[in-house]
């Protein structure tokens, strides 16, 4: 049922009302505005015959005159394969001058995972970062941000992730992104080849705000749908602190309470929403979602970051240009480290955390220019390898390679007896 | 009961989310449980205002697809809970759907508008009477009992029987559904009701007949930081709010294997469903130490996880805590979790911000507070018609935005439970686990069980309050050290401040990891206490102040192996009569 409407009776925010029959919460309706565009919109609530619409590119220069058209169904996303190397706004249709795709659809924001289906996640997902990899190991299924603030080049490392995982399908959303890096990630995954697995849904700085909160839901509406027939894909999200904004100024500017910060109250439920889609399917395919969280003013409590720690299985801190090895966590690592790794991965890992930690201690007491002893400027050289060969960004080596050059180091720097490792580990793996 | 024929009817007038206004003929009620018709799915409600002709309703699932003039069924029912053999071992959503069930039926996703029946309906139960013909019973009266796992199940008088009641007819011994009549009672005005095994209880009243008692004895959990410097009482309450990242959920698991009590509800609220996950894929394998069985045989989980509905998360406290005070009427201990009430008051505020309330502290309805309390005040314990008593204790994780405990869910919680276990980030990040931190956690229950208690129970109790002394004590010259360095203070301080860090190290922190340390039973503890008290109450004089370091350093760690040491171990006497003789020594 096509229904077509000649008025529109109140503008408002991003809100157009229109008077209208027998529309469904969450129909589409395409608007034609006098100056030729075009733009779709979505019935978010009703009083009677009066239809609120919220309209996706804005309702900058739309006219009481303009014709609605609702169209009968929800916001859908298209999937397939078709949809691989291919660049989408946050609506849906194409921005990299290729053909609209003309495969099934599928409706956004779709049920939530039966957790009596889930099952425990033990899939290791390689990444070759050894701050990730070695010290919080990445796991199929996991839901992880990237704890960071501007500046840093969190997606430099959430694209060396995604093209050095053996992912099957990539599927990225960008929210709030810069042109630059729009850019910068369509040529690092040509560059890498990666693009050809790879999927965008991009929303730029400079795009209605409405396709903002759009972004997540199109991507993870795709992703499920590839992870149930078979497909491993990771789904990387940034900004999700640019969604959180664009969700405040939607719903400020539908004069909802604001609860923190001028956040509307059902952010962690919003967030969640979006977080929770990542998933392992028994006997199929799975979800992974790797995120940036930007930290206004570098302040954890903000509730973007806050929300998202309750939400996510751990994160990852990015600060100076290098993974924290100290705020980062991966709540999943157990399940992995040791037990799809090799044995000793666990115990090397933590020897060197708490050494790493030794050392920084040791590097204030240099600072402060008190005496050191042998024993903290053998901690201070291996401070300086750990941070030169494990804890720079620019290193790439296999999870095992990881692995003896972390025994290298110790053996570099330590006495056999000074780790506090096992004997059996070291007679087994050492590299004295 | 009202008549299907009598139930009121409407339509859709206005929608925004979860929140419709319905236009009605006839009669509603409060909180009634309605249903929307759309596009063929039957999607459920709840009544949350009326206004002359109008009533606007919350609906428990997504909205999307709903039009105006779509046909509403008012149910006039309240939202209720099914009470019968057949809860345990099972994982319902806030709505008491049986997950497994559903997905059995429509395979990875939550298919909206799909009710199962939460108890099964062929499952057969072996049924001893327990009442006579002719004799006289009042509502929550047993009639008979069935065995669920390793539960008495009491069947009794359906709890909205009016006056007293005769029995007319008592089914024999046998097997019976949930379904099949079991027995017939007539009532003061001569009317015969059948009674089944199942009966339903409207979930947001406290389900409690009996005498209510003060809690006095305690529930044991098997970590030396509750159980002593923070105790929860056998039908008290108590909280647990952290940030993220200090081991809320750990601490949690850790309860819900090792508490002393018969039943354990779980009510997974709005957080992680890997966390369910984790519970449902382990409980299974794990023994229940108390019975030789499974931990899940005594476990029920309420599982509405932070992506489902949200409405239906304000429902899944209150079915969780319905199922446990059920138990609590046949004379069991049980226990809830309700992890995390955050999510709880969250989803209360969205709701509350739809309708347009006027917002409290940080947009949070007026009455959270009210809404809190009553919902702790249903723990406790009850004194029975025949005498026995059984007991709801009541543990609620919260979860502060920033880890600030200065925001209204934690304050409300605080004003009403019996004890407060703080998780601190300053604990988790100093890998003190568990991170409840003893400086500023407390429980009101210590007090009242050395009042209640023999005289062991008496001194443990000194014993416990001289070591947190301690630990106060010792923070305190810890903060002065860190300020004027080792050598601005006294050698006395110094072991006063080693005295506190070694009860730290070996009392207060427990290894959840270690196969032995996870878990430390009453005898156990009494007798890691009794030795950490010897070091505590002894007068030491250290030659210097390097000489008391190495000391508690050789010390504490003799101490933590032991605590990996099971007490099967032969060495373990050796290396126990080892530490006391070092004691004793110096």
């Known amino acids: 049922m096509v229904r077509t409407y000649n008025r529109i009776e109140r503008i408002k925010g991003s809100i157009a009302q229109v008077k209208a029959e027998g529309v469904m919460l969450g129909e589409l309706a395409r608007i034609k505005l006098r100056d030729g565009r075009e733009t779709l919109g979505e019935v978010i609530s009703f009083d009677g015959d009066r239809v609120n619409l919220q309209v996706f590119s804005g309702t900058k220069g739309v006219s009481t005159g303009d014709e609605t058209r609702f169209l009968g169904k929800a916001m859908q996303v298209s999937y397939g394969d078709t949809m691989l190397g291919r660049v989408f706004n946050g609506s849906g249709d194409p921005i990299d001058n290729g053909p609209e795709l003309m495969e099934e659809k599928v409706e956004i924001q779709g049920p939530s995972f039966n957790p009596a289906k889930r099952i425990v996640p033990k899939r290791f997902v390689k990444t070759n970062i050894p701050m990730i990899d070695m010290f919080n190991a990445l796991v199929i299924s996991q839901k992880i941000p990237i704890f960071s603030i501007p500046g840093e080049p969190y997606n430099e490392l959430l694209a060396r992730i995604a093209s050095q995982t053996d992912a099957d399908i990539i599927i990225l959303g960008g929210m709030g992104l810069k042109f630059d890096d729009y850019q910068f990630f369509k040529d690092y995954f040509t560059k890498t080849g990666a693009m050809e697995k790879t999927s965008m849904f991009i929303h730029l700085a400079s795009d209605p705000v409405v396709e903002c909160i759009l972004v997540p839901d199109m991507a993870l509406a795709a992703a499920e749908q590839f992870a149930t027939k078979d497909k491993d894909v990771l789904v990387l999200l940034t900004d999700m602190t640019a969604f959180s904004d664009a969700l405040k100024e939607i719903s400020i500017s539908m004069e909802m309470v604001p609860s923190n910060r001028g956040y509307p109250g059902s952010l962690y439920s919003d967030l969640a929403a979006r977080y929770e889609k990542a998933v392992d399917i028994e006997s199929s395919g799975s979800i992974t979602v790797i995120a940036v969280t930007t930290m206004p003013g570098d302040d954890v409590t903000h509730p973007v970051p806050d929300n998202t720690g309750y939400i996510t299985e751990g994160q990852f801190y990015l600060h100076g240009g290098v993974i924290d090895p100290f705020g980062s966590l991966s709540r999943l690592k157990q399940q992995v480290m040791g037990k799809v790794t090799r044995e000793d991965h666990g115990d090397l890992a933590n020897a060197m955390i708490r050494l790493y930690a030794d050392a920084k201690k040791a590097r204030d007491r240099a600072s402060m220019g008190f005496r050191l002893s042998g024993w903290d400027k053998k901690l201070l050289k291996y401070a300086g390898l750990f941070e030169e060969k494990m804890m720079s960004l620019e290193v790439n080596l296999d999870i095992d390679e990881q692995l003896d050059l972390g025994w290298e180091l110790f053996a570099e720097c330590f006495e056999k007896n000074e780790t506090g490792l096992k004997n059996e580990w070291i007679d087994k793996y050492g590299k004295w | ?389 059984g007991s709801l204790t009541i543990g609620g994780s919260v979860s502060p935005a920033g880890g600030n405990f200065e925001e209204p869910v934690t304050l409300s919680t605080l004003a009403v439970v019996g004890c407060f276990l703080a998780l601190s980030r300053q604990r988790s990040d100093a890998r003190r686990y568990p991170a409840i931190d003893p400086l500023i956690s407390w429980s009101k229950y210590n ?140």
Not at chain 2, 100 to 117: C, H, K, M, N, T
Not at chain 2, 554 to 562: A, G, M, P
């Open chain 2, 1 to 389: 009961m009202v008549d299907k024929a009598e139930r009121s009817r409407g339509i859709i007038v206005a929608a925004q989310g979860n929140l419709m206004t319905v236009r009605f003929e006839g009669v509603v009620r409060q909180n009634e449980v309605v249903y929307v018709k759309s596009a063929g799915l039957s999607l459920k409600g709840e009544v949350i205002e009326i206004s002359g002709n109008e009533a606007k309703i919350q609906v428990f699932e997504p909205t999307k697809g709903v039009r105006y003039g779509d046909e509403v069924e008012f149910d006039s029912d309240l939202l209720t809970v099914e009470l019968g053999p057949g809860l345990l071992k099972r994982v319902f959503d806030g709505l008491q759907n049986p997950l497994e069930d559903i997905a059995e039926q429509s395979g990875y996703f939550l298919p909206r508008g799909v009710y199962l029946d939460p108890l099964p309906r062929d499952t057969k139960w072996k049924w001893t009477p327990l009442a006579q013909v002719g004799a006289t019973v009042e509502k929550a009266h047993f009639l008979g009992w069935v065995p669920e796992e390793n539960v008495e199940h009491k069947i009794m008088v359906p709890f909205n029987f009016i006056g007293k009641g005769t029995v007319k007819e008592i089914a024999p011994e046998g097997e019976y559904t949930v379904d099949q009549e079991i027995a017939k009672i007539e009532d003061e005005k001569g009317n015969i009701h059948s009674v089944k095994m199942m009966q339903r209880w409207p979930a947001k009243f406290p389900l409690r007949f009996g005498e209510r008692l003060l809690p006095k004895e305690q529930l044991t959990t098997s970590m030396r930081v509750i159980d002593g410097p923070f105790p929860v009482a056998k039908g008290g309450t108590f909280c647990t709010p952290g940030p993220f990242g200090a081991g809320k959920t750990v601490l949690q698991h850790q309860v819900s294997k090792y508490a002393k009590t018969q039943i354990v509800v779980i009510v997974a609220c709005g957080e992680r469903a890997g966390e369910v996950v984790e519970i449902l894929r382990e409980f299974p394998h794990l023994d229940d130490p108390q019975t030789g069985g499974k931990l899940m045989d005594r476990t029920s989980i309420i599982c509405n996880t932070s992506s489902m509905p949200v409405a239906a998360r304000e429902s899944s406290v209150y079915m969780g805590v319905t199922i446990a005070e059920y138990y609590r009427q046949m004379g069991v201990d049980c226990l809830l979790l309700a992890d995390s009430t955050s999510r709880w008051a969250q989803a209360l505020r969205e709701m509350s911000g739809r309708l347009e309330e006027i917002p409290g502290e940080e947009a949070f309805p007026a009455y959270l507070s009210t809404r809190i309390s009553e919902l702790y005040e249903r723990a406790g314990i009850i004194k029975l018609y025949d005498g026995k008593e």
């Open chain 2, 447 to 586: 007090d009242r069980f050395a009042e209640h208690g023999d005289n062991f129970m008496k001194d443990r109790v000194k014993k416990i309050a001289f070591a947190q002394n301690m630990v106060l004590r010792s923070d305190e010259i810890g903060k002065k050290m860190s300020v004027v360095g080792e050598e601005g203070i006294a050698i006395e301080d110094l072991v006063v401040y080693l005295k506190g860090e070694f009860y730290d190290a070996v009392y207060l922190q427990q290894n959840a990891f270690d196969p032995v340390d996870t878990a430390t039973d009453m005898e156990r503890q009494n007798e890691q206490l009794e030795m950490v008290s010897k070091v505590l109450e002894k007068e030491y004089s250290f030659e210097d102040k390097e000489k008391a370091r190495e000391y508690f350093l050789s010390l504490t760690d003799k101490v933590i192996q032991l605590n990996y040491l099971s007490k099967d171990v032969s060495i373990y006497d050796q290396k126990k009569e080892e530490i006391l003789n070092i004691i004793e020594g110096v």
